[in-house]
């Protein structure tokens, strides 16, 4: 196996976290969540979720229906957890019918193994089952968890006054509480993903382990992969809410966004990405953003996905844009869909091994 700077990185993270003061993750209660109910697998919650970085929150787990502790699994974090699995408990009664996916998924790749030698379950091995960890956002601080708190910071202090004051377009704030991303990606890396590593039977490489989410969900995932590339290795960014607000007049954020990216974009080797868009509503103000992003994904040596190309050639990165689409589950639940291989089957550490 090829020990790399990410694999000593990952290491030194699971000390910290051992380490950390109060051993405040271990104070997690798994509790079964009632009324959940996901069509397919079952759901364990993390009730309250206790942090020493940000306010607690719920966290569901969802397993596979034949969840094996003796197996290995990947993660994928996502962020805004209460949308994920059942649309009669969400606010609009959508979802993102991620265990659905997820379970066809893991169904195919469980068939796959049947018919191959054990080799496939090397930790270099493409195919491996996934769970899911689904982050609640907690409402009110939503947007300061999630948006980036290092492009905020480099911003005049005259254009940080103006975002503060943002309004919504029914005229409430935006921001309620200063910005803590940097808090919330500390809460995640430290105190849930060994509290995770713990109580499931998990790789812990960057290889396996996915950060995702939409809008502002796509942004926090997009700058979670950034400042933390040892641990996350891919990131799915869906309607990613490049604005940052919602007002696009006078607006320094896209531009910062651009300027971040560009310095802190991780290495293409071992790093894989998913922009996805649609072109109604919220999702018409991405494009423009998104095309400098796609520029700056090439000059960083990047692969972009081409239609129907085997995932063994290579390919890490893919934008998505979806006509006539929106801002709405429905939306991100058919791109990550259409998008799951893409994003979970190819392991970009296997062209380590292929001889050409």
Known sequence: MRFTIHS????????????????VFSQATLVQPPNAAPSQGRVERLNYFPSAFVTARNVDVWLPSDYNPEKKYGVIYMHDGQNLFDGNRTWNHQEWGIDE????????????KKNQTDSSNSDLSPKTEYIVVGIWNDGMNRHSNYFPQKVYESLTDKEKAAIMEAKRQNQSDVFHNPINSDDYLKFIVYELRPFINKTYNTYNDAA??????????????MYGICEYPGVFGTAACFSTHWPGIFEMKNNPIPGAMVRYFQNKIPDPIDHKFLFTHGTEGLDALYGPTQKRIDKIMTKSGYRSYIK???????????????????????????????NIEFLLLFNYRVIDAIQF
């Open 208 to 221: 396996h382990t996915v950060i995702g989410g939409s809008s502002m969900g796509g942004l926090i995932s």
């Open 308 to 338: 129907n190309e085997p995932l063994f050639l290579g390919s890490n990165w893919k934008t998505q844009v979806d006509q006539g689409l929106g801002h709405e589950e429905s939306t991100w639940q058919k791109q990550f869909r259409e």
């Open 101 to 112: 996916s997820v379970a066809a998924y893991n169904s195919s790749i469980s068939s796959t």
């Open 8 to 23: 000593f990185y990952s290491c030194f993270l699971c000390f910290l976290c051992w380490t950390a003061p109060n051993g």
